[in-house]
C-alpha cells in the first residue's frame, strides 16, 4: 500500500557495498593526509615565513574577495529573487557559469578581459594607470569571481523563502523599497547571507585555477596558500602537508558552522 512506511530492515548488500566503497574513497584520503603529517614538526612550519606569508596572504586576499561578493552579490540576489526583468533566466545561468566552469578557464577569461589589452583593463590602465594581472588585487578579483555564485545562489534562495507580504505591508506604511530592503528583507534572510558569506570566504580561501591564471605565482604577492601547496610539493613536501592540513581544517570549519543549513537538511 502507498501510504505504509518502509521497514527497517536489514539493508540489502547492493547497496552496502557500494556505499561503503563510496564512504572510503572520500574519506581515505583524508586520513592519509593527516596520518602522513609530521605532527611534532607541525608548528614550526606552521611559523615559518614562506608559510606565514603564504597564510597572511591568503586570509586577507579571501577576505577582500567576499567583501566584494557581499557588496556586489546581495543587491543581484535580490534583482533576481525580487525584480521583474527580462531574461531572468538567462541572468541566473550565467551567473551561476563560475560554478561549472573550470578555474582556469575563468582565470584566462578574466585576463583576455581585464588585462593591460583587454576592453575593460586597457581603460584602467589609460585612464587610472591601474593594472590588475599578476598582482595582488589580481588575486582578489579571479578569487572573487568563482566565489561570488555561492553567495547570490544562497541569498536568493533565501529571499525566494521569505514572505514577501512583509515587504508590501512595510511599503503601504510609506516606506522605500530599498528602506523596506534595509530595514525588513535584510534582517530576515541574514542567516542566507551569513552562510553565502562563509561559502564564498571558504572558497576564495582554496581557489587555485583562475588566480594562478590571472595573477601569477608570485611569493609574498600572489603566491596564496592553495599556490603554495602546489610549490612545497616539489620543493618540502612536509610544508605542503601542512598547509593542506590547514585548509583541511578550514574546510571542516565551514562544514560544521553551517551543519544544520547544508548537511542538516
Not at 557500494?18 to 586520513?31: D, E, I, Q, T
Not at 545562489?153 to 523599497?177: F, H, K
Not at 541574514?190 to 570566504?201: C, D, K, N
Amino acid at each position: 500500500m502507498s501510504g505504509r512506511r518502509v521497514g527497517k530492515g536489514r539493508l540489502p548488500a547492493v547497496l552496502v557495498v557500494p556505499a561503503v566503497l563510496g564512504l572510503a574513497f572520500l574519506v581515505l584520503p583524508l586520513v592519509g593526509l593527516l596520518a602522513r603529517t609530521s605532527w611534532a614538526e607541525f608548528p614550526s612550519r606552521l611559523l615559518s615565513a614562506e608559510v606565514g606569508e603564504a597564510l597572511r596572504l591568503s586570509l586577507v586576499c579571501a577576505s577582500l574577495a567576499t567583501v566584494v561578493c557581499v557588496v556586489l552579490g546581495v543587491p543581484l540576489a535580490w534583482v533576481l529573487a525580487r525584480g521583474d526583468i527580462p531574461g531572468r533566466r538567462l541572468v541566473r545561468a550565467l551567473v551561476t557559469v563560475p560554478l561549472v566552469l573550470p578555474p582556469v578557464v575563468g582565470g584566462v577569461a578574466l585576463l583576455l578581459v581585464l588585462g593591460k589589452r583587454g576592453p575593460v583593463g586597457g581603460l584602467l590602465e589609460n585612464w587610472f594607470g591601474v593594472s590588475l594581472p599578476f598582482t595582488t588585487a589580481g588575486v582578489v578579483v579571479a578569487e572573487a569571481f568563482v566565489a561570488m555564485p555561492f553567495l547570490v545562489i544562497s541569498v536568493e534562495g533565501a529571499l525566494r523563502a521569505a514572505d514577501p507580504r512583509v515587504e508590501e505591508a512595510a511599503a503601504t506604511l510609506g516606506a522605500s523599497r530599498w528602506l523596506a530592503f534595509r530595514r525588513v528583507t535584510l534582517p530576515s534572510v541574514m542567516p542566507g547571507v551569513v552562510a553565502g558569506t562563509v561559502l564564498s570566504w571558504a572558497r576564495a580561501l582554496g581557489e587555485f585555477g583562475a588566480t594562478i591564471t590571472f595573477a601569477g605565482n608570485f611569493p609574498g604577492e600572489t603566491t596564496t596558500m592553495p599556490l603554495a601547496v602546489y610549490l612545497a610539493l616539489e620543493t618540502d613536501p612536509q610544508a605542503a602537508i601542512a598547509l593542506s592540513v590547514v585548509l583541511l581544517v578550514v574546510s571542516v570549519a565551514v562544514l560544521a558552522s553551517l551543519r544544520n543549513r547544508w548537511v542538516g537538511g
